[in-house]
């Protein structure tokens, strides 16, 4: 099996011997040195001070999307949210379900975020912004500093959804002044799904988290946060993800946080450069490093995912809705080498007919 998918991603050997150790008894000094260690080292990757505040969560992204808009807002709020997608909407979806308002950015497929959608609401008294910064579902990246401009000029809090773009793009939570960083361990991290890490900025604990009742037991912030101080959760984690986490960590950080962004740079830039003469589209607007979204002008997007999982064992992945006909976003996350690009360019090339 070959994955090319957006999650789970190509895992690394490394991380296999990890997985085939007994899952150890964690109530002990020893996996609070190891949480710890992984705060430090995400705080480190992320660009965060060691006044921010980490939440780890045993969830998929989506669940740490909402448990921060469920513990940083309530109804008095008016928050903005970037809906360009799927992941996008689903935002939307939960500020409905806990009574949050909230305008929704709508951006049809294949049109770019630009300043002006977003400085329309300049000054109109919006308290928090919520953006997937690269809209998984379809590749879009958007543009942060420009955002992040837009919430220091309206005193708004900045929650970025980075759980396809951590580790893939570059990001820099303390220039950026972002205050909830969300990502999970199934993306750029190659582990399996489970493991979800909120980052939350000193002003956004303090004037927003701290003290605060959410209607949720296992989801409140506070009681993560007080049981990370001595390196525990309130409730059982995912042990084994995260003795896998710190492995991961500390090999990113041996071979170098830019050595790794460099590496996920190359590899999408030499996918998308071996598209020419394929017949397959990019679209126009600003990608991640992470997935490169393709367009089949024939509508046969979805014969194709079936004829390459069928056939040849190798998974990218299909869009659903309008889209399933004309659109597969391949994967540049986890394990990858310009030798696979080659393999699955050579691939489609068969499947097609080209």
Do not use: W
Not at 2 to 9: C, M, R, S
Not at 30 to 59: G, H, I, N, P, Y
Not at 214 to 231: A, C, Q, T, V, W
Not at 241 to 256: C, F, K, S, V
């Amino acid at each position: 099996m070959k994955l090319f998918t957006l999650g789970p991603v190509e895992m690394f050997d490394r991380t296999f011997e990890i997985a085939k150790r007994q899952v150890p008894y964690f109530r002990t000094p020893e996996f609070s040195q190891v949480v710890l260690d992984c705060e430090r080292l995400l705080k480190k990757f992320a660009r965060a001070k060691d006044t921010d505040k980490a939440v780890f969560l045993t969830c998929s992204g989506t669940g740490a999307m909402e448990a921060t808009v469920l513990n940083c807002f309530d109804e008095s709020d008016k928050l903005l949210v970037i809906n360009g997608g799927s992941f996008g909407h689903r935002f939307c979806e939960i500020c409905e379900i806990h009574n949050i308002p909230y305008t929704s950015v709508d951006l049809p497929y294949g049109k770019t975020l630009t300043r002006e959608d977003v400085f329309a609401y300049d000054g109109q008294g919006c308290t928090g912004l919520l953006v997937n910064i690269d809209e998984t579902s379809t590749g879009q990246l958007y543009d942060i500093k420009m955002l992040s401009e837009f919430c220091k000029k309206n005193s708004a809090v900045f929650v970025v959804d980075a759980i396809s773009s951590f580790l893939a793009d570059p990001i820099d939570m303390t220039e950026l002044g972002i205050d909830a960083l969300i990502f999970s361990s199934q993306k750029s991290l190659a582990l399996a799904p489970g493991l979800s890490v909120v980052l939350l900025s000193a002003a956004m604990y303090e004037n927003r988290v701290q003290g605060k009742r959410p209607k949720s037991m296992y989801l409140d912030f506070n009681s993560h946060i007080e049981n990370g101080k001595r390196g525990q959760t309130p409730f059982t984690p995912a042990v084994r993800l995260i003795y896998e986490l710190q492995d991961m960590l500390h090999y990113i950080d041996e071979i170098g946080l830019e050595n790794r962004l460099a590496h996920m740079k190359e590899v999408a830039a030499d996918f998308r450069a071996r598209l020419a003469g394929t017949g397959l589209r990019l679209p126009e607007y600003p990608l991640s490093n992470a997935v490169t979204p393709l367009y089949f002008p024939d509508g046969n997007a979805y014969e194709v995912y079936e004829t390459l999982k069928r056939d040849y064992d190798v998974f990218v992945t299909p869009n659903g809705g309008d889209l399933a006909k004309t659109v597969i976003r391949v994967g540049h996350l986890g394990n990858h080498t310009i030798e696979d690009n080659k393999m699955l360019i050579e691939l489609f090339a068969k499947v097609m007919g080209k």
